[in-house]
C-alpha cells in the first residue's frame, strides 16, 4: 500500500508513469479497456480515476464507507462496479462520473465481482459477485435484482473470474472450482424460479501448491492462479472444437474399457460419463516458483508465441516471467524494485548536520540524503533494533537482536569491529558528547568510549548498571545531571550520571514505558507507554505534571523540538502528534503512515520530522513558513472524526430521500455527508449573493466576486451549478431551504431561457421537482412556477433534440458518402494494380477487360461485366463463369471511343460509383431511324454509315454557365449537364482548341485550387462529355454543383453545432 501507483513499461523495465494524490493507501486498481484511465480504489472508500497521459486526476468518486476490495469495468468502459469492505456493491457511470445504484445482499465483504452479458446481447446487463459469506450472486442490473445466489463453498471465496460460460472461484484451499452458466434461450420460458440463467456446480482442480488461493486472473485462453507462498499456476483452457474432441475421444475409451473388461461385475463398476466435465475443458498445466512471496500478477501477451507475467512480490519488488505458448514453459527474465529496504525498518536517526538520515531493518542499514530521498549507502547486516551516528558522522553504531554492537564506517560500508554487548536485544543506543550508553532485555545499561589501537577506531567499555528489569529505553539530561531509564515494569528511574546513584522513581503508566525524552533546558520529561498515554514530569521533584491519552494504540517515540516546550509524539495508530507541553494543548496532527510507526525523531535543528513504520516507509515532513491556527485545526479534526464515525458505522448519517426505501435490495450510491454539505454551502452563497444584487439600485457598487469575475448574478448561480459534481448535486438540493427553493428555480428558468447549461439546469429542475415534489404541490403559489419551469424546459429541450437528429442525419449521409469513396478509391487501386500485372505477367487479363465487382473467377480473378455490348475489335465477353477473357485493343491516341451498341438500344448512362446516382434526365433516348438516309444510332458497329447529325442541346433544364467564352477564333463551346445522361461520342465532334464547358462536373463538397485534373474512364465504362473533350484535344471547363444543403456548398460544406 502506498500513495504514488506506477505505470510500468516492461520492454526496458522503467517507470513510464507515476501519479500520486491521495495520501490513503491504495487497495485496488483496474485499468479501463483502451488503456487510458486508471481506476484507483482507496482504504477510505473513495474511488479516483486518473489520465495516463497525463498523470492528472478525473474525479473522485465516494459512495463506500469502508476500504475499496474490487473494482472491475464493462467491456465497453462506460461502467465501474466496485465491492467493498462495507458489503456494498455500487455501479458507476463514467460517464456522468455519479453512482447509478447501489447493490446489498451480501452478509460479509465483498472481494470480486464481473460483468456478464447473454449470449446474442452486447448489453451486459448481469453482474456475478462472490464474498466472504460463501455465496455467489448474480444481479440484473436492469432490475436492480439478485437473479441467482448459490452457496457451494464451505468456507469463504477469495476471488473469482469469469471465463466464457465458466465461473472459476477460489477458496480457503488449494482448489478452483468451476460453475457453469446455463441460460433459458426463450424469454417466456423461464426457469422455475424466474430467473434468464442458472448456476452448476462444474468441477473443481487442484493447484501444486497447498496454500489458499488469493488470486486469479484470465487472459485470452490461460487462467492463472497463486496463493500466499511463491508457486505461480498456468492453466490453457481449449476451445469449443478441442473440448468436443477430447469428450469424445474420453467416452470412445471408456466404452473400448467395458467392452474390453471380461467380468460383466467389473464392467460395471465403470462409468460412462458422455457429458462434457472440467477434464474436457482444461489443457497443459505448468507451475513456476517465483523469486518471493507473491502479492499479485498481471498476464500481458506479447506476441502470438510469447506472454509476459509480472509478478509482485511482498517484499516490494516486480518480477518477470516470460511463459513460450509453443512449448509451455516459463522462464525468468529479471526483477524491478526500488532502493529501499525490502522489510520494514525499525530505527532511525539523523546526522549532526541534518543533511542525511541513516535507517536500520531486519536485513541491512541504509543512508540517505535529505536533499534527494535516496539511499547513498548499504551494509548487510544482522537484524538492526537501533542504529547511532558517532561524533563526525563519519562511522555509526549498530545494534541488534542478538545483543551485538557493530561499529562501521559510513564511507567504506565495513564493519570495524563487533562486541557482544548484551545477552539479548539492544533496544536503544543513546549518544552524549563524552560517551554512548547501550541497554537491552538482560537489564543492563552499558557505557562506551571510542580509542584508537594502532591506528584503528575501537570501541572501549568503561560502566555497567545493573537492573532487575530489561531496560527499554535511556535518556540524558542536557544539563548532564541525571540519566534516566524506562523499564518494563512501567516505571521509568532516575540516575545520578557521575556516579549511578539511584535519584527518584517515576512512576504512575499501566504498562511497560516504551520511550522517554528530556526537553532542552533539562527541567520536562516526556514519557510514552504501551498504555496510549503520555506523561509530562517535571525533573525537580519526579512529579507528573500531565497526563493524557495521546493515541488510540500505544507510543513509541516521543521527541522534543530544539530549545522549546513543543514535543511530537508517535503512536502505532500511525499518526504523528505535536504537543504543547506547557498549556497541555494538541498543535497538529500528521498523517500519512498506513500501518504501525516502528520510530520517529524530531531533527537537531527542529526543522523536519523523520520517521519509519510496517508500511515499509520512511516519511520525512518539514517545518513551513504556514501559521499553524489551532481552531483551524481542531474544526478539521471535528470533521475528520464525523468522517470516520461515518465510515465505521458509528453514525448513521445515510440522507433519506423521498420515494426510496432505505432497507431495500437496491439503493441509491449516496456520497459523503460532508461534501454534500460543502456543495449546498456554494450554492446557498451564491444565491444570497443574486438576492444582494437583486435589491440593489443601479448605482450601487457591483459585488466584488461579480465584478473580478466580469458575470451577472444569475450566470454566478449557474456558475456554481455547474462546478457541483454530478454526484454531489441531488444531495446538496436536499440541504437546500425552502425560502431559497422558489428564486433558485426562477434563476434556473431564466438560465434555460438564455440557452445557457441547458442540459444542467433542465436535470436540476427535475431533481427538485423530484425531491420536494411534496412541498411544492402542496401549496398553489408554486403552480405558475412550475408550469413556468416544464414549458421552457420543454421548449429548449426540443430545440436541442432537432439539433441532435439533425446532426445524426447529416453525420450518417457523410458516413455514407465516405464509404462510397472510400470503395471508389479502393475499385481504382484494384484497377492499377490489374494493369500493372498484366503488363509485367502475359498470362493475366489485360486491365480493361476485368471487372471489379464481387464476384470472383476461378482463377481469383475479378471477371468482366456482364454488358452484352462488343468490344472495339468485334470480340464479346464471355459469360461470368468463363475462364478465359478477350484482350482490349489499344486506344486511339486521338480520344477514346466509346463501347459500340447494337443497333436499336438507347445509350445506358455511366454511372460512377464516388458520386450520389441521379434520376435520368427528360429526352434521353434517341429518336429511331427513318429510312435508308437516316443516321445510323450512336455507337454503331463497325461498317455502318459514318453520318453524325448535330448533337443537341442534352438537357434544357439547366441553362450554360455564364460569363464563360471561348478564345477567338475557336467553334462555339457545346454545354454537357453532368447528372447520369448518355453522351453521344462521335469521333471529330471536338475540334482542337474548341472551348467546351461542362456544368456541375465537380461534387458540391469537392475542394480544388482551380487546377482539376481530368481521370480516365474506369475500364468497361463509356467516358462522359469532359473525358472525351479532353481526349479530342478541346479546352475543357468544369463547373462545380450547387449548395445544398445535405452534400454541403463549393466550401466543403455547412457548419454544424
Not at 488503456?35 to 472508500?45: E, H, I, P, R, S
Request: aromatic share 8%; hydrophobic share 35%.
Amino acid at each position: 500500500m502506498c500513495r504514488k501507483r506506477l505505470a510500468l513499461e516492461c520492454r526496458d523495465r522503467t517507470a513510464c508513469c507515476a501519479v500520486t494524490w491521495r495520501d490513503f493507501p491504495v487497495t485496488h486498481i483496474a485499468l479501463r479497456p483502451g488503456n487510458t484511465v486508471l481506476a484507483v480504489g482507496y482504504q477510505d472508500g473513495s474511488v479516483g480515476m486518473f489520465d495516463l497521459d497525463s498523470g492528472d486526476r478525473t474525479v473522485l468518486l465516494h459512495g463506500h464507507k469502508r476500504a475499496i476490495q474490487t473494482l472491475v469495468w464493462n467491456s465497453s468502459g462506460t461502467r465501474l462496479a466496485s465491492g467493498s469492505l462495507d458489503t456494498e456493491i455500487i455501479v458507476w457511470d463514467a460517464v456522468e462520473e455519479s453512482g447509478l445504484y447501489r447493490l446489498r445482499g451480501h452478509k460479509e465483504k465483498v472481494n470480486s465481482v464481473s460483468f456478464l452479458s447473454k449470449p446474442g446481447e452486447e448489453k451486459e446487463r448481469f453482474l456475478i459477485s462472490v464474498s466472504s459469506d460463501r455465496m455467489i450472486k448474480i444481479w440484473d442490473l436492469d432490475t436492480q435484482h439478485c437473479q441467482v445466489s448459490n452457496i457451494h463453498h464451505k468456507a469463504q471465496i477469495n476471488t473469482m473470474v469469469l471465463m466464457s460460460d465458466l465461473v472459476i472461484c477460489a477458496s480457503d484451499d488449494a482448489t478452483l472450482r468451476f460453475f457453469k452458466i446455463t441460460w433459458q434461450s426463450d424469454d417466456e420460458k423461464r426457469f422455475e424460479d424466474g430467473a434468464e440463467l442458472k448456476l452448476d456446480y462444474f468441477g473443481s482442480t487442484n493447484r501444486s501448491a497447498t496454500d489458499k488461493t488469493t488470486f486469479l486472473t484470465v487472459s485470452k485462453n490461460l487462467l492463472v492462479a497463486h496463493g500466499l507462498k511463491n508457486v505461480i499456476d498456468i492453466w490453457k483452457l481449449n476451445d469449443a472444437a478441442e473440448a468436443r474432441k477430447r469428450q469424445k475421444k474420453r467416452v470412445k475409451k471408456a466404452k473400448r474399457k467395458i467392452e474390453a473388461s471380461e467380468n460383466g461385475e467389473a464392467s460395471s463398476e465403470i462409468i460412462v460419463n458422455e457429458d462434457e466435465t472440467i477434464e474436457d475443458r482444461l489443457g497443459n498445466n505448468v507451475s513456476h516458483k517465483s523469486g518471493g512471496k507473491l502479492r499479485g500478477l498481471s498476464v500481458i501477451h506479447a506476441s502470438a508465441q510469447e506472454i509476459k507475467i509480472v509478478a509482485q512480490h511482498t517484499s516490494n519488488q516486480l518480477q518477470m516471467h516470460s511463459l513460450r505458448s509453443d512449448v509451455f514453459l516459463v522462464e525468468n527474465l529479471g526483477k524491478l524494485t526500488l532502493a529501499g529496504h525490502r522489510d520494514s525498518p525499525l530505527a532511525v536517526t539523523f546526522s549532526s548536520d541534518n543533511r542525511a538520515i541513516l535507517t536500520g531493518s531486519n536485513d541491512c542499514v541504509k543512508v540517505w540524503s535529505v536533499e534527494t530521498c535516496k539511499p547513498v549507502r548499504t551494509v548487510e547486516t544482522e537484524p538492526v533494533t537501533t542504529v547511532a551516528y558517532v561524533r563526525g558522522d563519519r562511522q555509526a553504531l549498530i545494534g541488534t537482536k542478538t545483543g551485538k554492537l557493530l561499529l562501521v564506517d559510513i564511507a567504506s560500508a565495513d564493519i570495524l569491529e563487533e562486541k557482544e554487548a548484551h545477552e539479548g536485544e539492544i533496544w536503544q543506543i543513546k549518544s552524549s558528547k563524552q560517551d554512548w550508553a547501550t541497554v537491552g532485555t538482560d537489564g543492563q545499561m552499558k557505557l562506551w568510549k571510542l580509542d584508537f589501537k594502532k591506528d584503528t577506531l575501537t570501541l572501549k567499555h568503561t560502566k555497567t548498571l545493573q537492573l532487575k528489569e530489561s531496560i527499554l529505553g535511556i535518556e540524558f539530561t542536557k544539563d548532564k545531571k541525571f540519566i534516566a531509564v524506562a523499564l518494563i515494569d512501567s516505571t521509568v528511574k532516575v540516575f545520578y550520571r557521575d556516579t549511578l546513584k539511584f535519584w527518584n522513581s517515576m512512576y504512575g503508566h499501566s504498562l511497560p514505558v516504551n520511550c522517554l525524552a528530556a526537553s532542552d533546558d533539562s527541567t520536562l520529561m516526556a514519557t510514552g507507554s504501551a498504555d496510549r498515554t503520555v506523561k509530562i514530569w517535571g525533573m525537580d521533584f519526579a512529579d507528573c505534571h500531565k497526563s493524557f491519552v495521546a493515541h488510540e494504540k500505544g507510543v513509541v517515540s516521543v521527541s522534543w523540538v530544539v530549545d522549546t516546550h513543543l514535543f511530537f509524539s508517535m503512536g502505532k495508530d500511525g499518526f504523528i502528534k505535536q504537543w504543547d507541553a506547557d498549556g497541555f494543548r494538541l498543535i497538529q496532527i500528521l498523517s500519512g503512515h498506513q500501518d504501525e510507526i516502528n520510530m520517529g525523531l524530531v531533527s537537531y535543528n527542529g526543522d523536519m520530522v523523520c520517521s519509519v513504520g510496517k508500511d515499509k516507509s520512511i516519511r520525512l515532513w518539514e517545518r513551513s513558513e504556514e501559521v499553524v491556527v489551532l481552531e483551524d485545526e481542531e474544526r478539521k479534526r471535528r470533521e475528520e472524526e464525523a468522517k470516520n464515525a461515518y465510515q465505521s458505522g458509528e453514525q448513521d448519517a445515510d440522507t433519506v430521500i423521498p420515494g426510496v426505501n432505505p432497507d431495500a435490495e437496491a439503493a441509491v450510491a449516496q456520497i459523503h455527508p460532508d461534501l454534500a454539505a460543502n456543495a449546498a454551502e456554494r450554492l446557498i452563497d451564491s444565491i444570497e449573493i443574486h438576492y444582494q444584487e437583486k435589491v440593489k439600485n443601479e448605482n450601487d457598487a457591483k459585488h466584488p466576486i461579480l465584478a473580478q469575475l466580469a458575470l451577472s448574478s444569475v450566470d454566478y448561480v449557474i456558475k456554481s451549478i455547474n462546478e457541483i459534481h454530478q454526484q454531489e448535486l441531488e444531495s446538496a438540493l436536499l440541504l437546500l431551504p425552502m425560502q431559497f427553493l422558489t428564486e433558485f428555480m426562477k434563476i434556473c428558468c431564466d438560465g434555460i431561457e438564455r440557452r445557457k447549461s441547458v442540459e444542467r439546469l433542465s436535470y436540476t429542475l427535475a431533481a427538485v421537482e423530484r425531491l420536494f415534489f411534496t412541498q411544492l404541490t402542496a401549496s398553489s403559489r408554486y403552480s405558475q412556477l412550475l408550469e413556468r419551469c416544464r414549458k421552457v424546459t420543454e421548449d429548449s429541450l426540443c430545440e436541442l433534440k432537432e439539433v441532435a437528429d439533425f446532426n445524426h442525419a447529416v453525420l450518417s449521409l457523410l458516413q455514407s458518402s465516405m464509404g462510397i469513396r472510400r470503395r471508389a478509391v479502393d475499385r481504382t487501386k484494384r484497377v492499377r494494380y490489374y494493369k500493372i500485372q498484366s503488363q509485367q505477367s502475359p498470362k493475366l487479363p489485360k486491365a480493361g477487360a476485368l471487372r471489379m465487382g464481387n464476384e470472383s473467377s476461378k482463377k481469383g480473378i475479378p471477371p468482366p461485366e456482364k454488358s452484352g455490348y462488343p468490344t472495339q475489335g468485334g470480340a464479346s465477353y464471355p459469360s461470368q463463369g468463363g475462364s478465359s477473357y478477350p484482350s482490349q485493343e489499344k486506344k486511339s491516341p486521338q480520344g477514346y471511343p466509346g463501347a459500340p451498341v447494337p443497333p436499336g438500344q438507347a445509350v445506358q448512362p455511366p454511372h460512377y460509383p464516388n458520386q450520389p446516382a441521379y434520376p435520368p434526365a427528360p429526352h434521353q433516348g434517341y429518336p429511331p431511324s427513318a429510312g435508308a438516309n437516316a443516321p445510323p444510332p450512336p455507337y454503331a458497329p463497325p461498317g455502318a454509315p459514318q453520318h453524325y447529325p448535330p448533337v443537341p442541346h442534352q438537357n434544357p433544364g439547366y441553362p450554360p454557365a455564364q460569363g464563360m467564352y471561348p478564345p477567338h477564333g475557336a467553334p462555339s463551346p457545346q454545354h454537357f449537364q453532368q447528372g447520369g445522361v448518355g453522351y453521344q461520342v462521335i469521333p471529330g465532334q471536338f475540334q482542337p482548341g474548341q472551348q467546351v464547358i461542362v456544368n456541375g462536373g465537380f461534387d458540391a463538397g469537392a475542394r480544388f485550387n482551380g487546377n482539376a485534373s481530368i481521370p480516365p474512364p474506369p475500364p468497361g465504362c463509356a467516358p462522359n462529355a469532359a473525358q472525351v473533350a479532353q481526349a479530342q484535344g478541346a479546352n475543357v471547363q468544369i463547373s462545380q454543383k450547387k449548395d445544398n444543403f445535405v452534400t454541403g456548398g463549393g466550401g466543403g460544406g455547412y457548419t454544424m453545432w
